[in-house]
């Protein structure tokens, strides 16, 4: 996730939709006041070597904290922090109603038949793994986080829900809207992790694509995916 105040957007993250590699991207254009949640070692590791911002800034100040939010910090010894795929309705708690109202809020999606697919791998790097139609007809091929994380009480709340099936096209959208001098390039991390690089349509069972489509019924009606 990233808040920018240098270009005024804020980036909410999801799951298994090149969301590190936009990350890691405009990560180049942040300035030292501008949030970055931290990534995994590995991508920090990739953000360092091309020389752009790592995670800061992410610690919530105090004086945001609700009372709930001070005798955690208490209990638990630990601060509250921004964190890589948190909501829209989790940040809208801790920052200014006028940042959020002014500042240019985008995510992305996938379609769910391919997103369920590259959460499988994710999931499951290495054999043994489940099959593909044992891990969708499961509860875990549920949890892969999208629609939750931009809107709130099922209404989209940001600006604009790109698409990853246009990540190119949708990278030229973002320059225009933020005004950056060049078009973001994408690094594509985790790109490796899916093996079968076949269509989703030639691997999905029609049981699984049934599923599939039951589960994340509220994304293909937004959005008219399509099997």
């Not at 105040?5 to 254009?29: C, D, N, R, V």
């Not at 099922?154 to 809207?177: G, L, P």
């Not at 039951?214 to 399509?226: D, G, L, P, Q, S």
Request: hydrophobic share 35%.
């Amino acid at each position: 996730m990233i808040i920018s105040h240098k270009h005024k957007f804020i980036f909410i993250k999801t799951e298994k939709t090149a969301g590190t590699s936009i990350e890691i991207a405009l990560s180049k254009y942040c300035g030292p006041k501008d949030i970055i949640t931290p990534i995994t070692p590995a991508d920090e590791l990739t953000r360092q070597k091309l020389g752009y911002r790592g995670a800061q800034n992410y610690k919530i100040p105090f004086s945001k904290y609700s009372a709930n939010d001070y005798w955690k910090c208490l209990y638990k010894c630990k601060r509250k922090c921004f964190y890589n795929h948190i909501s829209a309705n989790e940040i809208m708690q801790y920052i200014d109603r006028k940042t959020w109202d002014s500042y240019f809020k985008f995510s992305f999606e996938r379609s769910p038949w391919d997103k369920v697919i590259s959460w499988y791998f994710w999931r499951y790097r290495s054999e043994p793994r489940p099959t593909i139609s044992e891990f969708v007809q499961s509860r875990e091929a549920n949890l892969v986080k999208g629609f939750v994380l931009y809107t709130c009480s099922s209404d989209i709340v940001v600006d604009k829900v790109f698409f990853y099936e246009h990540i190119n096209d949708a990278m030229n959208e973002i320059r225009e809207q933020l005004n950056l001098d060049e078009t973001p390039i994408l690094p594509f991390a985790k790109a490796g992790l899916r093996t079968d690089k076949r269509n989703y349509k030639e691997i999905l069972s029609e049981m699984d694509k049934d599923k599939i489509a039951k589960v994340f019924a509220r994304e293909i009606a937004y959005f008219n995916y399509k099997f």
